[in-house]
Every structure is written in structure tokens, then in C-alpha cells.
């Protein structure tokens, strides 16, 4: 028990030796910085901002809420989450110190500064005086207020004076009991010019949250940095940091993105209707923004279609339709190839093949001289049926005699030849009509006749020419003459006549005359 008390004693001696030779750590929250910073990888997060001098300064939250930690020259950087949490603040050879933050937002962002707490008797009282006036002294990180005595160690402090319109002063301060006071005059910031295109042009322009203008935007502004906001309609909102540097001119050029899908449709058959959400629309690329559509297409003889699609946000959908025909296809073929065709009593086109809905169909055929046709058809959707017909012509026969049998015979039609023959001869196959015949022969007069060819039946035809006979005297002595007639010759007084017609002449005499010597009878 002794000895269990002697361990004790031990160990609170040494732990109250090693407090006491520990140092205190000053912690003050400062005023927020000019600018703000932004933390592009954390937007749903809270930040605290550290300056110290001390280079060993380690974190720890009593909730984890810590995210991600980065130091560089004396500033500390904490991303935390957005939740009430306390933060150890800790350095070899200082007691630990600690920062509540409570009920932290999104974004926000809190400053402090941590700084080893000097004996009195170290700390030298330094007067920084700066022309013009009320301008920010950051000494080590700290904001300091101006016109009154900074308690400083001797060494070395980084400096920092900054004022709105004036250059900004940056550099190490060496501090020593002869060297306590320090002047800067500042030098007047010259303006530059600060352009922000955008593509497309007509963004609405927000710096520091203030409405400026349009894309395209200049104006003249003090070097520095700003908070750049850009927006236009169905693109996404563009913001980032952007620093003015003491160039004459500082461009920022900025590719807005769309924040618009496209739908890219072609439809078959070309001229069928298209509507997206009832608009009617043609055919191509459209852009639309993010949202659910309803796409239908029409055409008469064909099945109608509908389609739902989810465009989401820079997307692009390409779409080709093509709606189921209600017809067949009906290919036809006809002798004589110049036929009339009527299909469902309509006259169609010249044309052998045709797109005729599904169901049947009356054919009507006809032609002049031919006998008409009626058949039905069926056709089939998306099949091709095949129909062919040769109409039978409508002919009959003739069958022609003629006297003298060696006369010569014209057959025509509307005055157009259609064959000659000489003497009798029987004709088939003569197309129905109209026609006329003549029937010539030398000694004779011509004779026509109009006859009408009907279907299947023989039309006779009898031609009968008649010569006319001619008288004149051939010779006369010893009693005897001779008179020749047209046709023949008779001798007068003889026993025997012979008699031969050769017409020569298409005149008719009145009377025949006696013969000389003989007395009419």
C-alpha cells in the first residue's frame, strides 16, 4: 500500500513539474479577410482559418468533424462539418487550447489566431503609421488596428498593409528596442481594365454578388479579388474567383455549358405529322431542357406510334421512326399495255404498281374494241400481290363476192387503208367497227359500200359491177359490115355472132342503132 502511494505521489509530481514548465498559447478570433475564400471541393462545408506563428500546431475535434487539414507560411486551413464541435488546439510545449465552434452553416468560414503568450518584459511596444490613413495592418497574420502601439518580440514579423485604391504592402519588419516605428507612405492602385466574355454572349454579369451588366462587360477596376458570377438562361451558372492583377487589362473568357438536352428525329414515311408534348414540330435537332416527352407520329394508311423519353441535362438522343404501312403493294399488268384501269372506280395513273389498303379491291378494265373486265383482289398489308390480264379484242368476219370476179377491192376504216385484193376473199379476225368498201373494175363504174364488222359474227358482202356496151362500125363492102359494140363485134348478115364485152367507155348509149341496110325492128 506504501509503495502503491509512493508510484502516485511520483507521478503527480512530475506531470505538475512538466505543466509548469509548459507555455500558454494566446486564442482570439479576428475579423473575417476582405475576400472570400472559396473551397470548390466542399461546398456543403464549414472552414476555419488559423494564423500563428507557431509551426507545430496540430488539430483535433471531439466529433471527427474534421475533413481534410493544409498549412502553408502560418496559415492553417480546416474544412469541418457543418455541426456544433470543439477544437483542440495543440503545440509541443504549450498547453492545449481549444476553439468552440457552434452551429456552423454551409460555406462559413471562421478566423482565429493562435500566438505563444511573452513575458512583458520581452514584448517591445511598435507604432506602425501609414499615409493616408485607416489602411489594414496584418502583422504575423493578425489584424492589428492602426495608431496604436502593437506589442511585437524582437526579430523578425511578417507585414502586411492593404487599402482599398493603393498598392499593397508586403515585407518583413525587423523589430528591436532602437527600431519601433515604422512609416509607409502607400502608392495610388492604378485601375485596369477588366473584360468577361462569355459564348454564348447575353450572360447576366454578377461581381461580389452585385449585378453589373452583359456579356460582353468592361469596365476600369482597382487590382484585387472578386466573387464572378455568370448567368444565362437554359445554361448552367458559371462562378468562380477571378483576380485582377495590375496588368492594363484582365480578360476572362468564359464557355458557358448548356444545360439543355437535344433531341435529334427522323421519321418515316418524310411528310408524316410529328409532335413532341402536342407541338407540332419538323423533323431534325431540337433542344429541349431536362424533363420527360411524349413524342407521336402519324400518317394516313399507316399505324400511328408513340414514345416516352427522360432528357436529362446535356444529353443528346437521336431517334429514327418509321411507321408500319397499312397498304399492300399490287402490281399490275395488262394487254393492250394502253388499257383504261379503274381500281374501286377511281382511273388510275400509268403506273403498274400501286399502294392500296389492306382489304379487296374491284378492278375495271377497258379499251376500245376490246371486251371490258371486272375481277376483285385481295390484297394483304406489307404483301405484294400480282395481277395480270389480256383483254380479248372483239373481232368478226367478212366474206366479199364480186362480178366481174377480177375487179379490184379497197377495204379501209375512217379512211385509212386497211388491205386490197382482187376477186372474192373471206377475212377473219377483223376488229369491230365501221367500215368501207369499194369494188373497181376497167369498163365499169366503182362501187361502195358501208358495212359494219360485229363480234363474232360474219358480215356478206356481194359486189356487182356493170359494164355499159359501145357501138361503132368497123368495116364496110360487098354487102357486109361490120359494128363493133363495147364489149364485142357482130358481123351483119352472118349466120354466127360472137360476142366479147370489153368496156372502153363508162357512158351509157340511150339505144343501140340498126345496122346499115337493116330495118329496125
Known amino acids: 500500500m506504501l509503495q502503491r502511494s509512493f508510484i502516485l505521489f511520483c507521478i503527480i509530481f512530475t506531470f505538475t513539474v512538466y505543466q509548469a514548465q509548459l507555455k500558454n498559447i494566446e486564442i482570439k478570433q479576428i475579423p473575417a479577410e476582405q475576400t472570400i475564400p472559396l473551397f470548390p471541393n466542399h461546398p456543403d462545408k464549414a472552414a476555419l482559418i488559423v494564423y500563428s506563428s507557431l509551426e507545430t500546431l496540430s488539430f483535433r475535434s471531439n466529433t471527427g468533424g474534421i475533413v481534410s487539414k493544409s498549412s502553408a507560411n502560418g496559415k492553417f486551413v480546416l474544412i469541418l462539418e457543418p455541426e456544433t464541435q470543439s477544437i483542440s488546439v495543440m503545440s509541443t510545449g504549450f498547453i492545449e487550447g481549444r476553439i468552440m465552434i457552434r452551429n456552423p452553416k454551409p460555406k462559413e468560414v471562421f478566423y482565429y489566431s493562435v500566438m505563444p503568450v511573452e513575458d512583458d518584459k520581452n514584448s517591445i511596444p511598435v507604432n506602425i503609421i501609414t499615409e493616408p490613413r485607416n489602411a489594414v ?89 472578386h466573387l464572378l458570377r455568370l448567368m444565362l438562361p437554359n445554361f448552367e451558372n458559371y462562378e468562380d474567383s477571378v483576380t485582377i492583377g495590375e496588368d492594363p487589362e484582365t480578360l476572362i473568357n468564359v464557355p458557358l455549358s448548356s444545360s439543355l438536352g437535344s433531341i435529334s428525329i427522323s421519321v418515316n414515311p418524310p411528310g408524316a405529322l410529328l409532335t413532341i408534348n402536342n407541338e407540332e414540330i419538323t423533323p431534325g435537332s431540337h433542344s429541349k431542357p431536362e424533363g420527360t416527352y411524349i413524342i ?64 379487296s379491291h374491284e378492278i375495271n378494265l377497258s379499251r376500245e374494241g376490246y371486251e371490258p373486265s371486272t375481277d376483285f383482289v385481295q390484297v394483304i398489308r406489307g404483301a405484294t400481290e400480282r395481277y395480270s ?31 386490197t385484193w382482187k376477186g372474192l376473199r373471206q377475212l377473219s379476225d377483223i376488229p369491230v367497227g365501221e367500215y368501207q368498201i369499194t369494188a373497181r373494175y376497167d369498163g365499169a363504174e366503182a362501187v361502195t359500200k358501208d358495212l359494219i364488222i360485229e363480234d363474232n359474227k360474219e358480215t356478206v358482202v356481194n359486189l356487182l359491177l356493170e359494164t355499159v356496151p359501145l357501138l361503132t362500125e368497123s368495116s364496110e363492102g360487098g354487102g357486109f359490115g361490120w359494128y363493133i359494140y363495147a364489149g364485142g363485134a357482130v358481123l351483119i348478115g352472118a349466120v354466127v355472132a360472137v360476142l366479147t364485152m370489153t368496156s372502153t367507155s363508162e357512158e351509157t348509149p340511150a339505144a343501140l342503132p340498126n345496122p346499115p341496110g337493116r330495118p329496125e325492128l
Open 389 to 419: 390480264k389480256s383483254l380479248r379484242r372483239l373481232t368478226g368476219s367478212l366474206l366479199v363476192s364480186v362480178n366481174p370476179s377480177g375487179a379490184e377491192i379497197e377495204l379501209k376504216k375512217e379512211r385509212e387503208l386497211i388491205d
Open 137 to 225: 495592418i496584418i502583422i504575423d497574420g493578425i489584424t492589428y488596428p492602426e495608431g496604436k502601439p502593437i506589442s511585437l518580440l524582437s526579430g523578425s514579423h511578417s507585414l502586411v498593409i492593404r487599402k482599398p485604391g493603393y498598392k499593397k504592402v508586403e515585407e518583413m519588419l525587423s523589430v528591436s528596442r532602437e527600431s519601433n516605428l515604422f512609416r509607409f507612405e502607400l502608392k495610388v492602385q492604378e485601375r485596369s481594365i477588366f473584360r468577361v466574355i462569355s459564348d454564348p454572349a447575353g450572360a447576366r454579369v454578377f461581381i461580389d454578388n452585385i449585378p453589373m451588366g452583359i456579356t460582353p462587360y468592361e469596365e476600369y477596376r482597382l487590382p484585387g479579388k
Open 296 to 359: 407521336s407520329i402519324s400518317e394516313v394508311g399507316y399505324e400511328p406510334k408513340t414514345d416516352t423519353l427522360y432528357l436529362k441535362k446535356g444529353e443528346k438522343v437521336s431517334k429514327d421512326y418509321r411507321l408500319n404501312s397499312l397498304y399492300g403493294r399490287l402490281l399490275v399488268s395488262v394487254v393492250p399495255e394502253d388499257a383504261t384501269i379503274k381500281i374501286d372506280g377511281r382511273i388510275s395513273n400509268r403506273t403498274n404498281e400501286y399502294s392500296l389498303l389492306e382489304g
